[in-house]
């Protein structure tokens, strides 16, 4: 689930998740859309990945995540 912290400003000012540029961001939303309004997948083992929409899906993901836990560690603040 993508919350406000997972988000950030990049050079132009534009509002994207934390390590991937506008066009990734928007990808990522995209392809999310595709997902959730796809059939149920077969049955697959835990690590398999079938559709193409899933492995970039992932991969757009797993890059956000990597950049997201630092910038989160050294961001945080008191409230």
Known sequence: ????DD????RFGNR???GLTAEETAEYF???EIIRKS???????????VRPEDCRWLELYEKHESA???F?????TMH
């Open 1 to 4: 689930m993508i919350k406000d």
């Open 72 to 76: 989160l560690k050294s961001s945080k």
């Open 16 to 18: 994207v998740l934390i």
């Open 39 to 49: 059939m149920p997948l077969p049955q697959v083992t835990r690590n398999e990945w």
């Open 7 to 10: 988000y950030e400003l990049d």
């Open 30 to 32: 995209r392809l999310e």
């Open 68 to 70: 997201r836990r630092p």
